[in-house]
């Protein structure tokens, strides 16, 4: 290693106004600072070669951005650098220079003169802007202050430094010289550079001070902090092993010993199943050898706390009495035969054969038709236990199977939480809204629901925090859901689906007085002599205030009705109520509903067709109307592809068989025909308004008005034939509560008459059809 030594001083006066510059990457250097530097690329070790062999200027610039070749162009440097005077160079053997410069003033790169083989720039030197008053002096105090404090926090600083700090005199000098020490960035430090007033600099630096000391002192914070948690945690160490050997002299037992004896204890009073036994063992020993302050004793605990507690074979008995279940089921709902049917159905198996599996429903129809409440009368009448939960909304698998006890605060899922909570192994089980069940990324809860409603898979039910397989053959599964399409086919194929359509006008009349009044004069502290309704004010308030297949919006009215006449009440205006029709009104406002299908039909053009929701049936009118044009065809009314399909078809029809319906050959040639269905902001969609569409073209085409009192549905084809369709109950109950006394349905249809009520089939007149001709025929018959 050879090694040069400087000449004498140089003044700042003899600096030359074009410097040889070479570029620094991690560091800046200041005036009147020294800073080492290792140069290692070859221009700049042939820059410093030459400088050596003349007056050791240079001038020091700081990157703007770093390359990979570090080879800099004179776009990638800052303006502003510092002059420096090389005052020792050697050179390694690994050809590289180590270098300590002094920084001699600020200067600013005007322009280059030179790139190769290296930066020479023509700089103008930089006379500082020195200011002396009050604020100068209290600014250097401040700063002084706060960069003691920052030696005393800092072991990596002599305190020498801070005798060097106080005794500077000059504020430029004094600012650089604390920028230059602290750990801030190389860009705040190039910005200080570029900073030619002294108080301004002076702030800045202050800035970046104030900065540096709450960062020390909050890491200052941070390890007090600690190092107090690791005395706490040594002293109650040594405190607890005192303790412990205490209690041996005194002869008393370790109190985790006591648990730990607890647990076995509970191990063979449970008679867990093989498998469970053995992982509560394994997790038993695994206890008994941690300390109770660790984490993980937290962790095994709980876990045997879980398999301890489950009841793997507590049971409930089950009420045979086939009798006394009906009477459970019919005090508590009215109607829904099928599913009572189905449920007496399964207890006379049990009795015949106790050992049979449970069914697994699903409660399927409009919102309000009983189907939770059903679920809790089952129970009842079957006299086990109810654990309901909701699905609806339900995105992350882990809340049917539970999280891995790798995770903190893990818990088994929901399935396994119900069985604990009900405290046996049969209870009635309803997974409530199961057709809004979603999935992300976190997972598919229908996927893992599969394995729960499999009564082939579910008797070893592994869920992920148990680990360990629980028999849930004896659980008897209820589900509900509005709609079916949303359910996956897998999914709906593991489970006896039960459809509950909605009630009848009659219906709703009874179960209003003879469950929902008394419900709601009890919640209101109304008593019988207080409040009553008349038949006639029960059947008004079903028609003109609500139109649901269920009966949440019924009980809310007669709610409102409880609210009023408990107002009344109160205020001592009267002593008891008796609502009837003419005082309905005072309660719940004029009619909100009219029936407006004779109205709607005495023109031509206009066909009353039935429609299926997900609340029920409704009404759907189709209005049809022509006008001069060139065979136009405009459909409105917010329809969809398949409606659209429907009415293109229905008019085909219509034209191909002119000469048979009655209409001119040249009429298409000169109208264009308009189709609209009124409650233009409702979507609506699907082929069973074909029928409906067809009979409207063709009153309107005919000039012939539809007999009243008529309403359809059927998807029609060009063959001229009618096509079954879906919600054929929910349909007729819709019409029914509408007052149409005259339904055209599909021939293949006819099988689901079945489940209409014998009281509406009396009171209408069924039309089941298999030809589009036939259907013309029947609704302009006089």
Not at 122 to 147: C, P, Y
Not at 624 to 646: F, I, N, P, Y
Not at 737 to 760: C, F, M, Q, S, V
Request: a neutral charge; glycine letters at 6%.
């Amino acid at each position: 290693m050879t090694e040069q030594q400087p000449s004498p001083e140089l003044s700042a006066e003899k600096i030359p106004e074009v410097l040889p510059i070479l570029p620094l990457f991690d560091a800046a250097l200041f005036p009147k600072m020294v800073l080492p530097l290792v140069v290692m690329q070859p221009e700049s070790i042939k820059l410093v070669d030459e400088t050596m062999s003349q007056n050791r200027l240079i001038g020091l610039i700081v990157v703007k951005k770093s390359s990979e070749d570090n080879v800099h162009a004179q776009d990638d440097l800052n303006t502003v650098g510092t002059s420096a005077l090389i005052l020792k160079m050697a050179k390694t053997e690994d050809n590289k220079l180590q270098l300590l410069a002094q920084g001699l003033g600020r200067f600013k790169a005007k322009e280059y003169v030179q790139e190769k083989p290296y930066l020479r720039a023509r700089v103008e030197h930089i006379k500082e802007i020195d200011t002396k008053d009050k604020e100068t002096e209290a600014l250097m105090s401040n700063m002084i202050g706060q960069f003691t404090r920052i030696a005393e926090l800092s072991p990596g600083l002599p305190q020498e430094i801070v005798v060097m700090a106080r005794s500077i005199k000059e504020p430029g000098i004094l600012a650089d010289m604390i920028a230059s020490t602290i750990n801030s960035s190389l860009e705040e430090k190039q910005k200080v550079l570029e900073i030619f007033d002294t108080k301004k600099r002076l702030k800045e630096v202050t800035r970046l001070v104030n900065h540096q000391l709450e960062i020390l002192e909050l890491g200052n914070k941070i390890q007090s902090q600690v190092k107090g948690d690791m005395d706490k945690r040594q002293r109650e160490y040594y405190l607890r092993e005192q303790l412990k050997a205490i209690k041996e002299e005194l002869g008393e037992k370790d109190e985790a010993a006591v648990e730990v004896e607890d647990y076995r204890a509970k191990i063979d009073e449970k008679n867990l199943p093989e498998e469970a036994r053995k992982e509560a063992e394994r997790e038993l020993n695994r206890l008994s050898r941690m300390h109770p302050s660790s984490a993980e004793y937290t962790v095994a605990s709980t876990y045997l706390d879980w398999l301890t507690t489950l009841p793997w074979h507590e049971s409930t008995e089950d009420n045979l009495d086939i009798k006394k279940a009906r009477q459970i089921l019919d005090k508590d709902h009215f109607g829904l035969d099928k599913a009572k049917k189905r449920i007496l159905e399964y207890l006379a198996v049990r009795k015949l054969k106790p050992e049979s599996k449970g069914p697994i429903l699903c409660f399927a129809g409009p919102p309000g038709t009983g189907k939770t409440s059903l679920g809790r009368s089952i129970a009842q009448a079957l006299g086990r236990r109810f654990f309901r939960i909701s699905l609806g909304g339900v995105r992350d698998e882990a809340e049917i199977r539970g999280h891995r006890r790798t995770y903190v605060g893990a818990l088994p899922g929901r399935i396994i939480q119900g069985i604990r909570r009900s405290g046996s192994n049969n209870p009635v089980f309803m997974l409530d809204e199961i057709d809004k069940v979603g999935s992300d990324f976190r997972g598919d809860p229908s996927s893992a629901l599969l394995e729960v409603l499999d009564p082939e898979q579910n008797f070893s039910f592994s869920d992920h925090y148990l680990d360990v397989p629980f028999d849930l053959s004896k659980v008897m599964f209820i589900t509900t859901a509005n709609i079916l399409d949303t359910i996956p086919p897998a999914l709906l194929d593991r489970m006896e689906v039960l459809k509950l359509l909605g009630y009848t006008l009659d219906e709703k009349i009874r179960i209003a007085n003879r469950y929902l009044i008394p419900r709601q004069r009890e919640a209101h502290g109304l008593k019988t002599k207080q409040l009553s309704f008349t038949k006639g004010a029960v059947k008004h308030i079903i028609s003109g205030y609500t139109r649901e297949a269920g009966l949440r919006n019924l009980e809310r009215e007669i709610a409102s009705i409880c609210r009023g006449v408990a107002a009344s009440i109160a205020e001592k205006k009267v002593a008891s109520v008796t609502i009837k029709v003419e005082n309905i009104s005072e309660y719940l406002g004029p009619v909100r509903l009219i029936s407006e299908a004779k109205a709607r039909t005495s023109i031509p053009g206009v066909a009353t067709g039935l429609a299926w929701t997900q609340a029920g049936g409704e009404l759907l009118f189709i209005e049809a109307t022509s006008m001069r044009g060139a065979k136009g065809l405009t459909l409105t009314g917010q329809l969809g592809d398949v409606m659209k399909e429907s009415a293109t078809a229905a008019l085909s029809f219509i034209r191909s068989n002119a000469d048979t319906i009655g209409i001119p050959d040249d009429y298409f040639e000169k109208h264009d025909i308009h189709i609209h269905v009124p409650a233009g902001a409702i979507p609506k969609d699907g082929p069973s308004a074909g029928v409906t569409m067809l009979t409207a073209l063709t009153s309107l085409l005919t000039h012939k008005t539809i007999n009243k009192d008529l309403a359809m549905t059927g998807e029609i084809t060009l063959r001229g034939q009618v096509l079954p369709v879906g919600g054929v109950k929910e349909k007729v109950l819709a019409a029914h509560r509408a007052g149409i006394k005259t339904i055209i349905i599909p021939k293949w249809n006819e099988k689901d008459l079945e489940d209409i009520p014998k009281e509406i089939q009396k009171k209408i007149r069924f039309y089941p059809v298999e030809r589009m001709l036939d259907v013309l025929k029947i609704a302009f018959e006089k």
